[in-house]
C-alpha cells in the first residue's frame, strides 16, 4: 500500500515529509536546550512534537504517540555512537522507524479516497440515472463535479468513522 502512495506522491515524498518535521522538532529541541543532542527525556517530548505535527499534516486517523518503553527500546537501537543520546542523523533515522506504520496508515486513506470514491461515484450516478426526479438532475450534474462530491462524502464519512 505503501508503493501506491509513492507512485501518487513520488517516492522522496515520505522522506521529505519526515525530513522536514524531524529537522523542525530537532532545532526547536535544540533552541530549547542549547545542545545538538537528544536525552531520552528531550527525545519522548520531541516524539510527542513529531506525532502531534503529523496529526496536523496528515490526513486520515488521527495517531497516538508511542509509549515511553516503546521510546526507550527505539533509541537503544538507533543510538548509533553508544553515547546515551541521538544526534540529528541518529534522529531522523529514530522517526523514520518509529512513522513507518503512520505512512502505510495513511496509505490506506489515500487509495480509499483517491481509487474507490470515484468508483463509487461513477457506479452510483449510473444507478441512479434512471430514478424517476433524481435521474434527470444527477444527468444534469457533470461526471467530474459528481464523482468530486461523492468522494468527499465518502472521505467525511471516512473521518466520522475514525473518530467515534
Do not use: C
Not at 449510473?126 to 444527468?139: A, C, D, H, I
Not at 457533470?142 to 462524502?153: G, I, K, N
Amino acid at each position: 500500500m505503501g508503493q501506491i502512495l509513492e507512485k501518487i506522491q513520488g517516492k522522496e515524498w515520505k522522506e521529505r515529509q519526515i525530513r522536514l518535521i524531524s529537522d523542525k522538532v530537532f532545532e526547536r529541541v535544540k533552541r530549547d536546550t542549547g545542545k545538538a543532542t537528544l536525552t531520552f527525556e528531550e527525545l519522548y517530548i520531541a516524539v510527542l512534537l513529531v506525532f502531534n505535527d503529523l496529526n496536523k499534516r496528515l490526513p486520515g486517523p488521527h495517531f497516538d504517540p508511542p509509549t515511553r518503553e516503546q521510546v526507550r527500546s527505539l533509541m537503544q537501537e538507533s543510538d548509533l555512537n553508544l553515547d546515551g543520546e541521538l544526534d540529528r542523523e541518529e534522529f531522523v533515522k529514530f522517526i523514520r522507524r518509529m512513522t513507518k506504520d503512520t505512512f502505510i496508515t495513511v496509505s490506506q486513506g489515500l487509495i480509499v479516497a483517491l481509487a474507490v470514491a470515484p468508483t463509487v461515484a461513477l457506479l452510483t450516478k449510473r444507478s441512479t440515472e434512471n430514478v424517476p426526479g433524481v435521474g434527470k438532475v444527477v444527468q444534469k450534474v457533470p461526471t467530474s463535479v459528481y464523482a468530486s462530491l461523492v468522494t468527499l462524502v465518502i472521505v467525511a464519512f471516512q473521518q466520522g468513522v475514525e473518530r467515534a
